[in-house]
Nanobody, 116 residues
Framework: QVQLVESGGGLVQAGGSLRLSCAAS????????MSWFRQAPGKEREFVAF????????GYADSVKGRFTITRDNGKNTVYLQMNSLKPEDTATYYC?????????WGRGTQVTVSS
């Protein structure tokens, strides 16, 4: 059974940084593509970033490009999202997703709040 657990969220001032972690069990993250999504209150869940299983490619939403970086540590079976220059509009619950054999697995999310 796949389990994804996000952590690292919190309250930060605009311009600050946070690093989110997504620890996986039941599957090896190096075998699958991993993504980060976010959902703000009253809004649809939106894509933030992805990393391919080989880590050869990454991709970002335009709204976070140049500020966020997705990485993976295969030894720790964990994917990270480094978030710099945070803005109030980055406030949301952040979720990681594993795409494995045609199935999507989601964590329960971690809250990020950016104050102005």
């Amino acid at each position: 059974q796949v389990q994804l657990v996000e952590s690292g969220g919190g309250l930060v001032q605009a311009g600050g940084s946070l690093r989110l972690s997504c620890a996986a069990s039941g599957r090896t993250v190096s075998t699958y593509a991993m993504s980060w999504f976010r959902q703000a209150p009253g809004k649809e869940r939106e894509f933030v970033a992805f990393i391919t299983r080989s880590a050869a490619s990454t991709g970002y939403a335009d709204s976070v490009k140049g500020r966020f970086t997705i990485t993976r540590d295969n030894g720790k079976n964990t994917v990270y999202l480094q978030m710099n220059s945070l803005k109030p509009e980055d406030t949301a619950t952040y979720y990681c997703k594993m795409t494995a054999n045609g199935n999507d697995y989601w964590g329960r999310g971690t809250q990020v709040t950016v104050s102005s």
